[in-house]
């Protein structure tokens, strides 16, 4: 998708919010959208989404499937979460059992099972947020629109976001995330659109954009004890890696007895924990009790 010498003002004697924009992502790329409050990022990804259109200029080749989750997602509405998601997987084209079981695993995942039968004006602004991104979901995106998607949304929540926007880039689609916050330390290998004056400028990340995943990458699970993980992170960031995830270490088994003819990715007397996949790099990590990781 392109956005090709796009302006845009809310009014014939508005100010230009956005200027002359040339933007482009395509299939499996991702970009994060950053600026400081009021410079223009929900109208650029409004633009991008199609809820807005240009004053001049135009967006091409828009996939058709786009998902899309306001700054605030918009909970006034007299349905239960249940009736909501069912309601919106019926537009987005589904039909017959893929109904209930598209809305069920999604309630599921987002741990939204409590709220089936909740009118979504009592949702708290998290619970709304995780039914916004229930909804962009229901259909495999060409196009994932989050507009500030950490905002409001609890620790655990938090952390499937990535997981989420690495599925929809596997599938071939694009995401366009915007942050004010600095969460961006989760996207490693997105580009950054920073917003400023009315121009967007681009810079792309060390790679080709896309995310470093089936063919040709290795996911490397590694262990560190836990009050190393950040300086881990780090130093795998460092060098050029890829940090996929962090995860508290999995107790052993009960009953199992360390033999020293086990493999060495048993957890160490010492509370050093197998580390693997990592994301993030946050200063959260400091508070498990272990971690996991992966780095490709
Ligand atoms: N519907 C609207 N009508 C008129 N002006 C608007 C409208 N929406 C946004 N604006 C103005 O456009 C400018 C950019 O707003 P926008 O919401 O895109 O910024 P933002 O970077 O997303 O801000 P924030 O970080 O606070 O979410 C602001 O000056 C805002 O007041």
Redesign the pocket.
Known sequence: MRLDQVWLR?GAR?PW?LRAVEVEIGPGQSAVVL?R???????LLQLAVGVLSPTRGVVRDRPRTVGWVP?RFPADQPYTVEQYLTGMARVRGLSGAAVARTVGSWVERLGLAAYRDVRMPALSKGTAQKVGLAQALLRPPGLLVLDEPWEGLDAATREVVPELIGEVLDDGGAVLV?D?RGETVRLPYAAQWT?ADGTVSVVRPAADGTRASGSGTTVVEISVPTARALETVAALRAAGHQILRVRPAEPPPTGHVDHPADPPDRVPDDGAAPVGPVDGGDDRLADRAGATGEAS
């Not at 409050?37 to 109208?43: I, R």
């Open positions: 809310y508005a919010v600026g409050n009021g410079v223009g990022k929900s109208t700054e915007s004010h917003v």
